[in-house]
């Protein structure tokens, strides 16, 4: 059995010496569970008791030599192949790397940031309303009866008979004003749906933002003062603003306003369409019965509202001239902004 033993241990340490030898082919020979040195150790029953311990010692330090010869070997090989891959794997570390495009905001969203800060900056919060609707908030409420003409001018998707997909963002000041006691001096920006086939000028989805200022004392003066100062911001500190007669139901005396056009300065330009005028947004004084209806008591209390197009506004400061690219998302458009 010793001589087994021996010779076992020379074939292995013969095997592994060969070049480009298989060493987990050898270590399954020789070591594995029906390997050469495991059919040495079953038969190991067959010795005497006296022989037995020899043996085993034996047999337990040839494996324990063939596993080290194997460990060596792998050992070897991991760093020859390290040694190969550095050999051919230069790296030039003065090479340029590979530019990282970044991403930024898209243009709607950047003009709807920008119109948030200038009225954050005037004190102004922030609130929002559902898009899924109650006709009670985005009409009713907003002196808008069933079957108000004004409804034909924004048709919208309705849901069931009372709940739609709100036209307009000027729900949100129902909603405000119901759970709020004044001062309020909120914009609620958001999206709005319309059933407007798509052109260039019209989407079914689009975005507005609304404005209310409610309070003791609020006059169309601070309307006015307002408003100014948001169009100078937004469209520079020439930018002049015109207020024409018009007609909304949730607001007595209304108004469509208008900014000196800030391409031309107000000469007449193919942007202003030669007017020098470029209508932005609709304005007024919130009407008497919106605030009752909202438990507003309109002989305490005045206040304006508005609402402006985000679209609108973007297409206007950046002279863009259809509204679908804005929603096409082709980055060789939005990456110019
Ligand atoms: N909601 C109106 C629209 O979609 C815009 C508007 C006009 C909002 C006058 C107002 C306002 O708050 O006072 O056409």
């Known amino acids: 059995m010793k ?9 292995a340490m013969a095997a592994l010496s060969a070049p480009d030898c298989d060493i987990e082919a050898i270590r399954v020979q020789y070591l594995g569970k029906k390997g050469e040195l495991t059919a040495v150790l079953r038969g190991m029953g067959a010795l005497t008791p006296e022989e037995r311990p020899i043996i085993g010692q034996m047999a337990n330090d040839v494996r324990a030599e063939i596993e080290e010869a194997i460990a060596k070997m792998g050992e070897a090989a991991k760093s020859a192949l390290i040694e190969k891959k ?15 495009s970044v991403g930024h905001k898209h243009l709607l969203a950047k003009v709807q ?35 108000h003409p004004a409804r034909d001018t924004q048709d919208t998707f309705y849901i069931t008979d009372n709940i739609l997909l709100r036209s307009q963002t000027s729900p949100v000041q129902a909603r405000v ?30 975005h507005q933002m609304e404005g209310l200022v409610v309070d003791k004392g609020i006059t169309m003066g601070d309307l ?29 005396p209304s108004a469509e306003v208008d900014l000196s056009c800030f391409a031309c300065g107000g000469k007449g330009c193919r942007l202003c369409k030669g007017e020098g005028w470029i209508e932005i947004l609709g304005a007024g004084m919130v009407h ?6 909202c438990g507003i008591d309109p002989e305490v209390y005045s206040g304006f509202a508005f609402g402006l197009g985000v679209e609108r506004a973007a297409l206007l400061k950046y002279h863009i001239d259809d509204m679908r690219l804005l929603y096409e998302n082709d980055v060789r458009f939005l990456s110019q902004f």
Do not use: W
């Open 86 to 100: 550095l050999r051919e794997e230069k790296l030039d570390v003065t090479q340029p790397g590979i530019p990282v």
């Open 177 to 206: 004003m119901e759970n709020t006691e004044p001062p309020i001096r909120i914009i609620s920006p958001g999206r709005v749906y319309r059933s407007d086939a798509v052109d260039a000028t019209h989407s079914p989805l689009f």
């Open 113 to 147: 940031h920008d119109l948030e800060d200038i009225f954050i900056g005037m004190g102004f919060t922030i609130a929002e309303g559902p898009e899924v609707e109650y006709d009670y908030y985005n009409f009713q409420a907003l002196n808008i009866p069933p079957d």
């Open 288 to 293: 008497p019965n919106v605030l009752r209806c």
């Open 224 to 252: 006015k003062g307002t408003l100014e100062i948001f169009a100078r911001h937004l469209f520079g500190e020439d930018t002049k603003v015109r207020f024409r007669p018009h007609h909304f139901p949730f607001t007595e």
């Open 3 to 11: 001589e087994k033993l021996l010779s076992i241990k020379e074939a």
